[in-house]
């Protein structure tokens, strides 16, 4: 029996290229594609792409909380008063000196700590460098739905401002 025969719903998986673990919350669909979980992130992913996560195995009864969370992106909260507006959650990433791979996961756990933590806006710092990462954050944003408005720094180019 193969790896992809293995997979089903509930099992944890890795994303080929990725260290984090995504649940498998439905799939195959005749396009033989599996939508895989990592808090409110959700996507669907060629099955070839995916590969069982190592040690346990999920339970033939899933639950949405199996996921295992990756706790390592280092995210401040606080409350910052804007001009004119009432008290707004603001919560910061900082992605200088990493990968893509590494900001993929930590993008991941930030976006999903501001989700469960109801932030209102998001700080991201990406560096100028090749623009690498800062093309990354903007394509990871631009594909979540919770995301209202995406704006560049007026002041630094290394950091650009997500609204939800």
């Not at 649940?23 to 590969?51: C, F, M, Q, T």
């Not at 991941?108 to 989700?115: H, M, P």
């Amino acid at each position: 029996m193969s790896h992809q025969e293995e997979i089903r719903v509930g099992s944890l998986v890795l994303m080929q290229g990725s260290r984090t673990t995504f649940e498998v919350i439905e799939g195959p669909n005749k396009k033989n594609r599996y939508l895989i979980a990592h808090g409110a992130i959700r996507s669907w992913v060629d099955a070839s792409s995916l590969s069982l996560a190592p040690g346990p195995r999920a339970s033939k009864t899933p639950s949405r909380g199996t996921l295992k969370r990756n706790r390592s992106a280092p995210v401040k909260q606080g409350s910052k008063k804007r001009k004119g507006s009432s008290h707004q959650q603001i919560a910061r990433c900082d992605l200088h000196g990493v990968n893509r791979e590494q900001a993929a996961e930590m993008l991941l756990t930030f976006f999903d700590k501001a989700l469960q933590n109801d932030t209102d806006v998001l700080e991201v710092v990406h560096g100028i460098g090749s623009g690498t990462i800062k093309a990354f954050a903007l394509e990871f944003f631009s594909r979540q739905s919770q995301v209202k408005r995406i704006r560049p720094d007026e002041k630094n180019a290394g950091v650009t401002w997500i609204y939800l």
